[in-house]
Structures are given as structure tokens and as C-alpha cells.
């Protein structure tokens, strides 16, 4: 009896301590493999965002011999009022994303649902929407400043022709914005798709539902395609949002912030305070301040999305 | 469900609309690249060169040094591959398939990090690289990639392992095979179409790359395409025959590379947007 129940108790605890020891290796391992990617985030992420936090509190100047910690100097500067032109790249940066998200978000959706009819050349017509997508900046803004070039681009002559107004596009103070937001439009490819893929998990016997209840176009869309793609225009909308905060390369190439500042685009103002003026402590103020803008835009959003966003299996 | 004959003819013709809108800018691309300035200066516009000008690539390319710039970039863009490649799919398979007390917590916090604007990181690692007596070099666009290749690959990635059946390690476990022989022997081979995915976004990315070579270069010898192209517009602002020939230079690697991987691309993206 005693025998047994010995035994009993060593084969009880045998597998525990060998589990224990799996796990073990298993941490061992795990760390092992990700090892580089959390060094990289400790030393690409982590450290520098440590690091721009307290230059933002200094007057770190790569010209000046001294640098000294000023507190919350930078940021009152900031949003005193002393400096213009934080409040006008605001302003601008502001502006654009207005203008640019719904425009992205609600072309891409309805081209994603022509992209997604049955259509002859269906995939033809999806290669053409999505390669201006993968065009680099640099070169597809090259092209959008001879297209938009006042006297020899391609739409000035082509509304002189229709006999229309013709614009004076990224050289106009007022058409300035509205051109960049255009020239970005044509590279929506990837959130087209991302539509499209929200789009196939949509049940036909949805739709024709609405057919046996003699419902039309607009009834399919309003109660069946815009529900089910909800979770699919959040995620575009935040992405889309975040990117078109820390719009530069556009802002560089295309116009170096002018017609007198009105395309002085947030990062670019930034980049030009850290790298031509060498104001790195007040530019790292200036970064922090967009993360918290970022950040707040993303968490209202997220907020909200309860109200608004439907996840398929989840009582409403 | 089916579609009315109305329906299609009209959905047929708004895509040849949309789609005649985003191949026109290709179209004024090309046709101005092979054309000298006074075909350029004809209204109305020709949308035909007569006669092609094909020697304009080989006038662009001798006005700046566009050899080089492509040296440049190609060694960038393969040191960047090379590093995103293995680090992130090294990364990806600890974070899906191997069970560790911490992992899905720290794996979020790394996720975190792609909510994070890259102005707020630019300064200190601008002055860390420079401290470190790395200016106008490329490490500071290469070295990054060998730790992790980018927390968005990671994701991808992972999702892709998450979706393989866990009983094949099991087995080959039982088998006594390391993580490591797992992860080269069955995990790898399993998921070449993600990797293939994982490739082409970061060749890309790499190629396209503007904001980071204007930050970290600074000598001409030592410029990517992307900063080559933006010289060009500075010196031969009136040029626009040359410049047109040079973007399309820079233009059509990244086309090519899309026409190859066009099947891949599509599902990675898609993979991403789903489940993201």
C-alpha cells in the first residue's frame, strides 16, 4: 500500500516538474527568437522616444557648445502664440487631413465596389487602380508637377480646352492644398484593396434578401454593404488619418512649404526646424506635440467606433 | 446574386472612366520622356512623339551621376532585405509559435510602436548616428533592419504562422527537432508566399525611401535615386524632357517588381487589412 501510494506521488510529480522544465526552455527560446526584435524596439523605439521627450525640454542647438534644460520652455513658446508659424502648419496640416480622409475613404469604398462587380477585365482594371499606389513620392510628385505645370501641364490645357477655368494649382495660395490632397489621391490603391477584401466576406445571401424584398441599389448599400464593412472603414479611417498627419515627402518636393507658407505642412516645419535651422530640442517639442494630436484623434476614434461599428457575430 | 444587364454596362464604363484618370498621369510620363523641349512647348500637346527621343536616358543619365545614385540604392535596398527578411521572420516565430509566459503582452507592447509618429524618433536617432561617427553612411538606413525588420512585418508574418496547423511542430518535437530546425525545416518553406510579401513591401519601401536618406546623406557620391531625382529638379528646373525620362527610370523597377509579385501582393495586403 505504502509502496503504491509512493509511486503514485513521484508520477504525480514528474510531469509537473518536466512541464516546468518545457516551459522553461520554451521562455528560454522564446526570448531567444525575439530577442532582436525587442533589443531593436529598446534601441529604434524606446530609447530615442525617451531621448525626444527630454530634448524637448532643453535648448539643444547642434551649433551651440552648452545646452541646458529649460523645462517646459519649448511648449509655451509653442502655444503662446510667439511662434506663427506652429499655429499656421497646424492649421494647414489640419486642413488637409480634412480634406484628404473623407476624400480617400469614400473614393476608395465606392471604387472598391466597382472594382468587386462582376466585370470583364476585372483584374486588369484592379492592376491599373492599384499600381500608381507603389510609385515612389519622390517620382510620382515629379509627375503631378509637370501635369500641374500652369502653363504646359496636362490639365490646363485640358481646361482651356473644355473651355473651362484654368488653375494655377500648387502655385496658388488657395488652390495649394486641394492639389497636394489630388496628387495623393492618386496613389489609394492600397486602401482600395483593403476594401475589396472587406467587401468578399460579405455574404451573397445578404443581398439577396433584399432582391426577395424588392429592395434596389441603394437599400443594399445603405443596410447590408455599409454595415458589414464598418470594421473595414475604421481600420482604413485611422490609417489613413495617421498618414496624412506626417504627410513630408509631398510637402518637400512638390513645394517646400510655399506659396508663402500655406503648404508649410506640420513634419515639414518640423524637419525644417531640426535640419535647417538645427532647433533640435524645440523640433522635439514639436514631435511630441503631433504624437499627442495623433493620439488623440486615434483613441476619440476608437471611442466612438462602439457606436458605429459592427462586428459580425455580435449582438447589437 | 445577379446583376442586371444595366447595372454592369454602367459599372463597366465608371471603371473605364476611373481607370483612363489613374493611366493618363503614366501616359504624360512617357510620352514627355522621349521627347525633346520643343515638342514639349507644342499646344495642343502631342500625345505621340515625333520623333521619339530616346537619347533623353542617355542625357539624364550623364547630367547627374544616376550610375552611382542606382549603386547606391541597390546596395541599400539589398542590405535592407537581407536584414528584414530573417530578422523579422526569426521574430515572428517566437511571437507565434513557441508558448512563453509574456509574449502576447510584449508582443502588443512592440505593436504599440507602430502608432508611434517617426517624427518623435528622428532627432534622437539623427544625433545618435552622428555621435556614433555614422553620418552620410548607410548604416543608419540599413543596420535598423537586422533588429526585427519592422514590427509591421513582424505582424504579417505572424499572422500567416498563426494560421499553420501547430501539430506539425508537435510532431517534429517528438521527433527531438530544436525551434531552430522547426522554424528553418517547416515553418520557412511553409510560408514562402508570406515571406515573398514581406520582400516585395520592403523593396519598396526601401526604394521609395525619401525622408531618410535626405536626413542621413549628405554627400552627392553617396545618394539613393529617390535624393537624385530631387537634384535634378533643383539644377534642370526647366528640363522637364530629362526629368521625365529620369523618374521614369526610378519609376519602373518598382513597376516590374509589382508585375512580378502582383499575385503576392495582393494577398498580403489583403491578409494585413482583414485581420488587422
Known amino acids: ?316 | 446574386m445577379r446583376e442586371s444587364r444595366l447595372k454592369l454596362t454602367a459599372g463597366f464604363t465608371a471603371l473605364l472612366i476611373v481607370s483612363a484618370m489613374f493611366i493618363v498621369p503614366f501616359l504624360w510620363l512617357l510620352r514627355s520622356s522621349v521627347m525633346d523641349l520643343s515638342q514639349i512647348f507644342i499646344m495642343p500637346p502631342q500625345w505621340i512623339p515625333k520623333p521619339f527621343h530616346f537619347e533623353n536616358f542617355k542625357d539624364a543619365m550623364t547630367v547627374v551621376p544616376f550610375g552611382t545614385f542606382f549603386k547606391n540604392t541597390l546596395i541599400i535596398v539589398v542590405g535592407v532585405l537581407i536584414g528584414t527578411v530573417v530578422s523579422s521572420t526569426i521574430a515572428a516565430f517566437g511571437f507565434s509559435r513557441i508558448k512563453w509566459k509574456g509574449r502576447d503582452t510584449i508582443f502588443a507592447i512592440l505593436m504599440s510602436a507602430m502608432m508611434l509618429p517617426a517624427a518623435v524618433t528622428l532627432i534622437p536617432s539623427f544625433i545618435g548616428w552622428k555621435e556614433l561617427g555614422f553620418y552620410d553612411t548607410f548604416y543608419p538606413l540599413i543596420l535598423p533592419s537586422y533588429f526585427g525588420g519592422g514590427i509591421f512585418n513582424i505582424f504579417l508574418l505572424r499572422q500567416f504562422y498563426m494560421s499553420i496547423p501547430q501539430d506539425f511542430d508537435e510532431a517534429a518535437v517528438v521527433d527531438g527537432a530544436t525551434y531552430f530546425q522547426i522554424y528553418w525545416r517547416i515553418l520557412l518553406p511553409l510560408s514562402r508566399s508570406a515571406v515573398i510579401v514581406v520582400a516585395l513591401f520592403t523593396f519598396l519601401a526601401s526604394w521609395n525611401d525619401f525622408m531618410g536618406p535626405l536626413i542621413y546623406l549628405k554627400s552627392d557620391s553617396r545618394f539613393t535615386l529617390a535624393l537624385g531625382l530631387q537634384m535634378f529638379q533643383g539644377s534642370y528646373n526647366a528640363q522637364w524632357d530629362l526629368l521625365m525620362a529620369a523618374s521614369t527610370a526610378v519609376v519602373l523597377p518598382c513597376v516590374i517588381v509589382f508585375l512580378i509579385g502582383q499575385r503576392f501582393f495582393l494577398e498580403g495586403i489583403t491578409l494585413t487589412g482583414l485581420k488587422g
Open chain 1, 1 to 316: 500500500m505504502e509502496i503504491s501510494a509512493k509511486t503514485g506521488q513521484s508520477a504525480k510529480t514528474a510531469p509537473q516538474k518536466k512541464s516546468s522544465i518545457r516551459e522553461r526552455r520554451a521562455l528560454f527560446y522564446g526570448l531567444l527568437f525575439t530577442s532582436p526584435a525587442i533589443l531593436g524596439f529598446i534601441i529604434y523605439t524606446l530609447g530615442p522616444m525617451i531621448a525626444s521627450f527630454y530634448l524637448s525640454l532643453t535648448d539643444y542647438n547642434v551649433f551651440k557648445d552648452k545646452t541646458s534644460f529649460i523645462g517646459l520652455d519649448n511648449y509655451i513658446k509653442l502655444f503662446s502664440g510667439e511662434d506663427e508659424l506652429f499655429y499656421k502648419s497646424l492649421g494647414t496640416t489640419f486642413y488637409f487631413v480634412v480634406l484628404r480622409v473623407p476624400a480617400v475613404i469614400i473614393i476608395s469604398f465606392f471604387l472598391a465596389i466597382l472594382l468587386n462587380m462582376n466585370l470583364k477585365g476585372r483584374s486588369l482594371f484592379r492592376t491599373i487602380i492599384y499600381l500608381p499606389s507603389i510609385v515612389p513620392a519622390v517620382a510620382s510628385s515629379m509627375i503631378w508637377m509637370w501635369l500641374m505645370n500652369p502653363d504646359l501641364g496636362l490639365l490646363n490645357t485640358a481646361l482651356n480646352w473644355l473651355h473651362l477655368p484654368t488653375s494655377n494649382w500648387l502655385f496658388g495660395e488657395g488652390s495649394v492644398i486641394p492639389s497636394i490632397v489630388l496628387t495623393t489621391l492618386w496613389g489609394i490603391g492600397g486602401t482600395v484593396i483593403i476594401f475589396l477584401a472587406g467587401l468578399s466576406g460579405v455574404p451573397k445571401s445578404y443581398y439577396e434578401a433584399i432582391d426577395v424584398d424588392g429592395g434596389g441599389w441603394y437599400s443594399k448599400l445603405r443596410h447590408i454593404t455599409v454595415p458589414m464593412l464598418t470594421p473595414t472603414i475604421f481600420f482604413n479611417t485611422i490609417m489613413t488619418i495617421i498618414g496624412s498627419f506626417q504627410v513630408f515627402s509631398e510637402a518637400y518636393i512638390l513645394t517646400q512649404g510655399g506659396p508663402n507658407d500655406r503648404s508649410l505642412f506640420f513634419v515639414f516645419y518640423l524637419w525644417r526646424t531640426a535640419f535647417r535651422d538645427t532647433e533640435m530640442g524645440y523640433a522635439s517639442a514639436l514631435a511630441w506635440v503631433l504624437f499627442i494630436i495623433i493620439m488623440i484623434f486615434t483613441v476619440f476614434i476608437f471611442k466612438t467606433s462602439k457606436s458605429w461599428v459592427h462586428y459580425e457575430g455580435e449582438r447589437q
